[in-house]
DNA sequence: TTAGGGTTAG
């Protein structure tokens, strides 16, 4: 960097733009030049922008804390709202429901003008957190801020289906058009989604009847995508194609979306050509396949024990800029394991970073319950280990097999260690001590068998 | 980025 270039207000806003690594991006922002400044350095409002929604993104919140702290003190400009709910959101995402909150009652002292859109912002934060009673609480609470709106009552209809009542969540039609809010196209997608979720379709073909005859407001490839969905789950391929003729008539565009529920729904009723033949129709008539249609192809190899194809899939996909993401490899790690190639799962499994994709809490559970099937009780304990330091959780039922071979099998020194790394997840227990005793005693060298005990104790302590 | 669909498995 030229040092007699100083670092100007307009162009850290290109640099941070620019700075990919959140760290690197805050450091420029703390220290935009090296030398001691004359003045103190002046931010823009995008500036803030840019770094609070990257450190945001990062779930960096307490370096995002104390920007904000500094944007509060700033006079020259004032934030916006649209800002606030990026911050909220980020909150959610990261299942800090409460800090999101008290946000949102800080947004006064930032000087910004609360509406209803960061009100619906935080509603949808205890939607993420599916804590239905906050969101019915905040609710109740909007008329101090302003007039819900036709996204707020959305929320509300997402909140019920999510929670089951499908019945609450048709009446806030009624609600809202009482109050003189029109629905739209959204209240009855998240209507229809609910209804075919569970397998409600009767209503949810006579909700998309309804919604055009009633209330002027046409079916969009959203809607027909959970329709299709519905359909397929119920068997009825036949209805599918109908429906997707009918998008065609009603020139509603076949997007990745419909594409990849009909090619998924044809194949798991066993149907794999026709759907590789939809796949090979979707490419012809120019609807580029995104990832989740390219998982679904994968999918559809593994489970036919092609992983040749399944890989090269793989690198079409970064050929193509469509990355694989975690579930790209989970299909693939699930099936592999299915085959017993339980070292070419691990490899893949270990190529995951250096590929860019971060194994989840899906991708441990199928390492671990592979290596258990597979009786590999060492590659068990060390996933396990791995998993446990990262947060994640394996399912209760693994672990109680695991063990449980692990007593079978009188394996006492792998058993310690398995208990030691439970401990540290803080998931050993009663069932998992019963188990440990009852193989203590009924080792017939006693005397050893009360050492292990002791030692699970002394190792617990 | 105020709200919605489709893929793993559970």
């Known amino acids: 960097m030229n040092p007699a270039r100083p670092i100007t207000t307009f162009r850290l806003g290109s640099l941070l733009r620019l700075q990919k690594d959140p760290k690197l991006a805050l450091q420029l922002f703390k220290n935009p030049n090296p030398e001691p400044p004359l003045k103190p350095f002046r931010y823009s409002l995008l500036s803030y922008d840019l770094i609070i929604t990257k450190l945001g993104r990062a779930k960096m919140f307490n ?3 104390e920007i904000l702290s500094q944007l509060k003190e700033e006079t020259l400009f004032t934030p916006k709202e649209a800002l606030f709910c990026d911050i909220i959101n980020f ?15 800080e947004m006064p002292s930032f000087r910004v003008q609360r509406t209803v859109k960061s009100y619906n912002s935080l509603l949808n934060v205890f939607l993420m957190c599916k804590d239905f009673d906050k969101m019915r609480e905040l609710f109740v609470g909007i008329e101090k801020l302003g007039k819900a709106d036709a996204c707020t009552y959305n929320l509300l209809i997402r909140g019920f289906c999510a929670s089951g009542r499908l019945d609450d969540a048709f009446k806030v039609i009624g609600e809202m058009t009482n109050r003189g809010v029109s629905p739209n196209v959204i209240t009855f997608g998240n209507l229809i989604y609910g209804f075919c979720l569970h397998s409600r379709l009767k209503e949810a073909f006579k909700l998309k009847t309804d919604m055009v005859k009633i209330y002027r407001v046409y079916p969009n490839a959203y809607i027909y995508a959970s329709l299709i969905k519905g359909v397929c789950k ?10 997707k003729e009918e998008m065609i008539r009603n020139k509603i565009e076949l997007d990745s979306a419909i594409y ?82 339980r070292d070419e799962a691990n490899d893949l499994f270990e190529d995951m970073p250096r590929r860019g994709c971060a194994p989840d809490v899906v991708s441990y559970r199928i390492l671990f319950d592979g290596f258990c099937n597979g009786m590999q009780f060492k590659e068990a304990a060390f996933i396990l280990d791995e998993m446990i ?10 672990i109680c097999k695991f063990v449980n071979s692990l007593c079978e099998g009188k394996n006492a020194d792998l058993l310690r260690l398995a208990f030691n790394t ?8 009663v069932d998992l001590w019963t188990m440990a005793v009852a193989m203590a005693y009924k080792d017939d060298k006693l ?13 617990m302590n």
């Open 63 to 65: 370096e995002m804390q």
């Open 91 to 105: 909150y959610g995402r990261a299942h800090l429901p409460e800090i999101a909150l008290k946000l949102f009652d």
């Open 234 to 243: 119920n068997g009825d391929l036949s209805l599918a194609y109908r429906l």
């Open 260 to 341: 990849s529920t009909l090619i998924s729904g044809l194949f798991k009723v066993g149907r794999k050509e026709e759907a590789l033949g939809v796949w090979e129709d979707m490419k012809v008539r120019g609807c580029k396949p995104d990832t989740v249609t390219y998982n679904v192809i994968i999918n559809l190899f593994c489970k036919d024990k092609d992983f040749e194809a399944a890989y090269r899939l793989l690198d079409e996909m970064v050929e193509k800029g469509c990355e694989p993401d975690v579930i790209s490899y989970n299909v693939i790690l699930r099936e592999l394991f299915k085959e017993g190639k």
């Open 389 to 398: 330091f990262k947060g994640f959780v394996p399912c209760s039922a693994s």
């Open 422 to 429: 439970l401990e540290k997840g803080k998931l050993v227990t």
């Open 447 to 459: 005397s050893s068998s009360f050492n292990l005990v002791d030692s699970l104790i002394d190792d």
